[in-house]
């Protein structure tokens, strides 16, 4: 197909998949401060825009020129070039507020990472670049409420784990029609692994271990025209998990038992390659291995989101002396109880703790990866659990939840993914204490496309763990979280099916918690 041809296709697709493209059209046409390029050569956008990371003054916005997305050098020369950018308040990009000029670098993958500032809060603002001649896709974002504003509504949504070959992303094309805030992206935005018959889509490469190789498996990713949609919808706010490296890492322990410095150098790629790919400030760009990704976002005084990294600092896996480097389902391991052990590493947890202390939000949300609450694995008599999540490091858990009890930060809400399923739940120290007190309530969101877990089998464990109030690995999807002064809402939107595009979305079970009163309730 012609490079024009697709990318009119490309366009109509947009267009259909949310009314933010609407204004591209508009705007090339009106124009607004930039004239339309008289004819289209090679179009440097074929990634899409994105923005994240948003602030009561301004947000990130992104894109990559990259004509050949999936060239090795996406192909654009080997030289700095200079890219417009442009924020205006209302679609058509008529009225602009704010713009400039940046470079795209070779170094970053010809990757833009505009820090705007200046703009008023809580206001709806539309975005575009220019280079080459040629305009991007018009994005939408939204700016964050003023510090000590008590905004009426927050509304997000939650997604996690989108395996390109799994499935079609439809779960996005929906989500870029839901009027948000922002997109809480809890990780695996990619995934690392080698490509695989019998799916409905292939990667094209092989597994990625250096920065070439995993800036192509991000640039395949962002092909998508449902993922662009979603990207150009609202502003992301993202962390990553395992898989933008490597299955079930922890630090600089690979699954593989790599040697660690030679696993450091992967982490370092992936970590750059993730960062240039996706709307995130500089100050979280990595160096080396290490990047500063967890950090906290304030909605006025309605609510405060700590957004975790549950990677990079934890402890090894425990009980993995039987040569097995993934996650594991663990009988009689005393070492996931060992207070010495940690998932978020001490750092990380002081600066949530004293985060949570002195919030004055009336929701707290810790959005992490994981799925918080413990998931006892054997049906019946007899104990087990898995030892890559939180049920790994049972201690630092703990440690959470006994803050919670005694300081009793207002109405916490922990958002998970990781689990390709959904899972409803009270947090409790305790949970097969009668009376246990409800010290937080947590909606774990399905995956966007990656296969879930065997329905049956994971039901014969709800049983065993009566904190579970909801479960349900069948479908692909998202959360919808609409919060007020009142109450939280969930609702669990899924797809009709990932295998071919464009399927429905509906909206499962919803949940509701009441201000003051933890524990979600079937609403
Ligand atoms: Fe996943």
Redesign the pocket.
Known sequence: MPATTRRLLDRRRFLAAGGVAAAVLVADRLAGAWPAPAQRGCYPFALGVASGDPAPDGVVLWTRLAPQPLAADGGMPARAVPVDWQVASDPQLERVVRGGTVLARPAEAHSVHVEVEGLEPARTWWYRFRAGGELSPVGRTRTLPAPGAYPRRLALAVV??Q?FEHGYYTAYQHLAREDLDLVLHL??YLYETAPADGQPRRHIAPAPTDLPSYRLRHAQYRTDPDLQAAHASAPFVLTW?D?EVENDYADDQSERFDPPAAFRRRRAAAYQAYWEHLPLRRRSRPRGPVARLYRRLRFGDLAELAVLDTRQYRDDQPCDGNGVGRGQVLVGCRERLDPGRSLLGAEQRRWLLAGLDASRARWNVLAQQLLMAELELQPGPGLAYGSDGWDGYAADRARILRFLQARQPSNPVVLG??M?SFWVNDLKLNNRQPGAAVLASEFVGT?IS?SGPPYEEFSAYVPDNPHVRFFESRWRGYLRCVADRRRWRTDLRVVETVQRPGAPVRTLASFVVEDGRPGPQRA
């Open positions: 996690s784990c395996h990780g695996d998990d898989h993914g990781d390709h995956s990656s």
